[in-house]
Each structure stands twice: as structure tokens, then as C-alpha cells.
């Protein structure tokens, strides 16, 4: 907590000290109002003098308006800190996350990150605005009153002394059980966030297999459990209030038996006995609320180490040195077309491409997403400018983590990547991405319009750029059919489009910005054979002539390809043309014969 508050609090301190000043000032009054009404007892009731109680009581109606404004001015700026804090962290929490890589983003769970961005980023904003407000009020409160009461009265003060240790044991025996669960409640979120999400996402295709009670029970579960660690915290912060209320009871009995027989002999008067025990309740109701207050510290504390976990994560995949000036520069610099120069590869990015040079090249590539058998192992090969590499493999053979490799989403565990005969770790994030454009196997856009999404490479790409891209990607008829053209609005989870005319807005967006190299992940898997067909023959006439990279189960997708890589089980067991590897790989061949017939497949 104190870590977020160093980073986020600075701009609110201002607002945040006069917040706590308006409090103590509130405080002094509200301590000042039994000694006042002792003196009304003793002094105006005691003399009968009406007079004087009429003037303690306006005395007493000044403190109360002067303590509400007080009150007033400190919920504004309480409010005020909190929000802009909560606001703050928030937004600096998303735009971290966007930041973090991806092996990051699946270590904390997208459901939990989403967990972190909102409940915990509520919880601390509301000890926030609970520590303005009270962190001062009550401790203040419970502190002056014994004060004020061993001013009235040393001997009777000891009672107040008594009591508070007893109900500080208390208060750590609590503290030490519940601070762990809050911790557990936080993960059983997560978990209920994560069901929820899963469910959500799809709930078509679980009701198409009737598995709703199914899932109900999954979540009845978990929410079950949730609510049991929740209800556990509770019965221990609710155990709070009797016990301290037993204690401090039991100290007002002390009070008033020993009183009465200190007024008896004339020691006290009645006026500061009734102040007394005014004091003694004010403790108590303190003393409860700082019971509260504990429990709102402990959970925005345990939200606190949640959200600082993620800000304190810091992306491995990095800028590389190579910006967008080193390219312009090395592009005035490069050699002439044919002549291959180790400058010349980066200008390669924008300029026309040269033939002659490898566009992308993967050098004895292996990956691994954690515990267990490699997703990629060894995986090498040169791509030509200009050329088609197709991708075959039985799932899970590793095409995904591949694509994903060639943008950085996931730097390799060996080996090494290059564009250009440059390593991808060189160039900027930003660059190279512009250079590398993937289709994702999952078809997601966002909600907003068409133009929107096709604009995510270029923000500033025109009308005539956007429909080139959909005609290229055969998705411009069914877009001219739509009755708002590019501004066609597409709804959250992308609803209102098919899956194959998802497909083809991925690829037309991919094509925006004429990326140097584009990675289809098995993005046709939709699209009926013809429209594959034609999209294909469409790729080959981009006018920029990109390197290709062309993942598919259909063999008739990547037949065609200068060069085809199968893959298996994470190993390569294939490099070569379609009638190479009909001679030489049998797994190729026996996908092949899978799916066509003998005289398709040319044996
Ligand atoms: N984020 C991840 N975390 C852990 N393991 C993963 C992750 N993504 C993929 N894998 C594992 O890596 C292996 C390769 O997965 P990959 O997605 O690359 O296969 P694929 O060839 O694209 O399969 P498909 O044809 O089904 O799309 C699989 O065994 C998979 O279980
Ligand atoms: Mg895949």
C-alpha cells in the first residue's frame, strides 16, 4: 500500500493534508462538546440557572454547525483524492498491462488482470477515501477521550488504561487470522472472473451441447467457495465489535460503580461523571469504526500488493536500437539493388524489395511455454523476398507459436529470428510490427466501426487504401453490401459478422500499411474452397510483392507455395517444395493423401 501511495498520492497531497486538517478540527469540537455539557450539569443545572444552559446549549449548536461544515469540506476532498487516485492508478495499470508481454499477460491470467483493474483498484480507492475521513477521526477520537478523561480524573482515567491494551489483543489476534484471506478471496475472484468470462464467451456453444447446468454448477461451485472464505473474514471482523463492546461495557459498569462512590464523598461532581462516560461511549463507537476501518485497510492493502505485483512487472520483450531514423538513414546509405551490403537489409522495409537477400530467416528456432516438451524445437529457414513459405502440421504441431514468434508476441528460447539479415530483437517494437503483419488464428476485432479496425496498422490510412485492403483480402463485396459501407458498426465480439467475413476483415487489416512480411495463422480456415482459392491468387498480385507465411490444414492451401514447412509435434520434418516433399516426407505425404486424391496430389 505504502508503494502506491508513494507513486500515486503526490498530486493529491495537498488536498489530501487539508482533507485530514478539516477532520481534526471536527474532532476538537466533537471532544469538546461532553466537557461542555459536564459544565452545563454542574454549573447551570446545578445553580438552576436557566440562563447559563440556554447560552451552553447555542454554545453547543456553534460546535455542531461548525463541526458539520468542517465535515462537508473533508467528504469533498475525500472524495476528490480518492477518485483521482483510483483513476490514476487505473489508467496507469491498463496502459502498463498493454505493455507487458504475452508469457506475462498468461502468467497473471487475462480474468485476473481484469480482477486487479477493477475490484482491487476499487478497494484501494475506497481505503483511500476511508483514510482521509477517518484514519484521523477515530484513533483521534478513542486517543483525546482518554486524555480528556484522565484530565477529569486520574484514579477513574485508570479504567480507560485497563481496557485498551485488552482490546488491542483483540484487534491483533484478528488482524493476524483475516489479513491471509483477503489474499484467498482476491485469487477466488479471479477464479469467478475467469468462469464467468469462459462461460460467457461461450455460451452459444455451450448451449448448443446442453452443458448449461453443467456450467451453472462449475460457477455454483466456485462461487460457493468464494463466499465461504468471505463469510470466514466476516464472522472474524464481525467477532470484533462484541468483543471490544463486552470489554469497554464492562469498563462503563468500573465507571459508574466506582463513580457513585467518588461523587458520594465529594471527589467528583455528577456534570463530570455523566463527561466521563460520554467520553467512555465516544471510545467505543471510535473503537468500533477503527474495527472497520482495519478490515477496509487490510483488504485495499492485500489490493494494493495485487496491482503493484502487475506495475512492478516489467516487459522482457523490448525495443531493439533500430528505429524509424537508423532505417531512414541506412536506406540513404544502402548500396545499390543486388549488391548485398549488411546495411542494405533494414531498408529493405520500406524500400522495393530486392530479391536476392533472405526476407525472414529462422536460425535453429525452439520455444518452449514453460514446464514440459518444447512447442518448437529446431526450427530453421530462409525465406526469400517476395516469397511464399506454407505451413502444414497436425494441431498443436507448433504453426500458432511460430506466427507468434515472427512479431515478437514470444521472444525464441534458442536460436534466433531475423528480418532482413537482421535479428527481430534489433529493431523498434513498433517498426518491426509494421513491417510484420499477422492474421491471428482467432479472428478478433473490436467493437467500433469497420474503418476503425481495418485502421489499426495505419491510423491514417484513406478510404481508397481501406478497399484496396478489403478487395485484396475478397472481403469488399460484402462490405459494399453492408448498408453503412466502412462505417458499418461492429459489435462487441465482432456478433453481427460471420466467421469467414471475420476472417476477411482480419486479413484486409493486416494488409493496410503494405507490411514487408505477412503471417497468416491458418487465417481461410472459414472460407469456403473457392474464396480461398481466390484470396490466394489475390495475395500474389499485392502490388508491394510481401514475403508470405501461410499456416493451413489444407494441403490445397499451401501446395502452391515456393517453399512448404511441415511441421510435427513441434519438430520440423519437412522443408522443401510440394514435390519435394512428396518424395521425401512421409508425414507430408500421408497428410496429402489425407485430403486429396492420388491424381490431385500429382503422384
Ligand atoms: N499460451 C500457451 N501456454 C502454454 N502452452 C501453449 C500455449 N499456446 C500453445 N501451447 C502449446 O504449444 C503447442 C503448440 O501449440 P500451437 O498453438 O502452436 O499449435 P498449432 O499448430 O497452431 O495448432 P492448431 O492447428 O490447433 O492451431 C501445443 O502443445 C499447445 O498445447
Ligand atoms: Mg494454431
Known sequence: ????LRRFLPPYRTKALVGVVCKVVEVVFDLL??????????????NRDMGYVMRMGGVLVVFALVGYAFTCVCQRLAANVSQGMGTAIRSTLYAHIMELDTPEVDRFG?????TRLTGDVNNVQVAVAMGVRMLVRWPFIAVGSIVAALLIDVRLGVVFLVCTPAIALVFAFVMMRSVPLYGAIQTKLDTLARLVRESLEGVRVIRAFGRESFETKRFDVAADDQADTSIAVGKLSASLNPATFIIMNLGVVAILWSGSF????????????????????????SIGYVANLVVIFMRGSTSATRIMEVLDTQPQIVDGPLGWSDLARMSRDAPVAGDAGAARPVSQLVLPATPDLPALTFDHVSFSYGKGAPALHDVSFALAQGATLGIIGGTGSGKSTLAQLAVRLYDPSEGSISLGNIDITQYEL?????????????????SGTIRDNLRWRNPAASDDELWEALTYAE?????????DGLDEPVEAGSSNFSGGQRQRLTIARALVGSPRVVVFDDSASALDYATDA???????????????????QRVASVMGADQILVLDHGNMVGLGTHR??????PVYREICLSQLRPEEVGV
Do not use: W
Open 1 to 4: 500500500m505504502s508503494e502506491l
Open 33 to 46: 462538546t461532553p466537557m461542555v455539557v459536564a459544565s452545563m450539569i454542574d454549573v447551570g443545572v446545578g
Open 110 to 114: 487475462t480474468p485476473s488482470l481484469i
Open 262 to 285: 467518588r461523587i458520594d464523598a465529594g471527589s467528583l461532581t455528577q456534570g463530570e461523571l455523566v463527561a466521563f462516560v460520554n467520553y467512555m461511549t465516544q471510545l467505543l463507537i
Open 430 to 446: 513498433a517498426m518491426l510490427r509494421i513491417a510484420v503483419s499477422m492474421v491471428p488464428q482467432k479472428a478478433s476485432l473490436i
Open 475 to 483: 472481403a469488399a463485396d460484402f462490405v459494399r453490401e453492408k448498408a
Open 534 to 552: 481466390r484470396l490466394r491468387a489475390s495475395l500474389k498480385r499485392l502490388p508491394a510483392h510481401p514475403t508470405i507465411v501461410l499456416i493451413s
Open 580 to 585: 519435394e516433399l512428396l518424395e521425401s516426407c
